[in-house]
Nanobody, 126 residues
Framework: QVQLAESGGGLVQAGGSLRLSCVHSGRMFTGYSMGWFRQTPEKEREFVASIAWNGESTYYSDSVKGRFTVSRDNAKRTAYLQMNSLKPEDTAVYFC???????????????????WGQGTQVTVSS
């Protein structure tokens, strides 16, 4: 059973930066694609970014492209979401998700992921 634990959320002013981390508890982290999603009380969970199981491909929603960067450190079994130029509309609970094990990439639907973290709150003040 895989467990995911996010950290790094908090309160930041518009224009600021945060880096979210997601630690994967399994031994075969390299076999999993990792995704980031976010959710507010007013909206359904939406795709933010994902990185392929081998780290060779990354995908972003249009709303964060150019501002957010997804990455992974296989030695630390950790995925990251670097968020720059934050806007108030980025305020949400951010979740990491894992799909695998297996060679997958490009998944943007929450239904495609097998495991989820508990979420971390990001609040951007104007």
């Amino acid at each position: 059973q895989v467990q995911l634990a996010e950290s790094g959320g908090g309160l930041v002013q518009a224009g600021g930066s945060l880096r979210l981390s997601c630690v994967h508890s399994g031994r075969m982290f390299t076999g999993y694609s990792m995704g980031w999603f976010r959710q507010t009380p007013e909206k359904e969970r939406e795709f933010v970014a994902s990185i392929a199981w081998n780290g060779e491909s990354t995908y972003y929603s249009d709303s964060v492209k150019g501002r957010f960067t997804v990455s992974r450190d296989n030695a630390k079994r950790t995925a990251y979401l670097q968020m720059n130029s934050l806007k108030p509309e980025d305020t949400a609970v951010y979740f990491c998700a894992a799909k695998g094990p297996g060679p997958t990439w490009g998944m943007m639907s929450s239904d495609e992921y097998d495991y989820w973290g508990q979420g971390t709150q990001v609040t951007v003040s104007s």
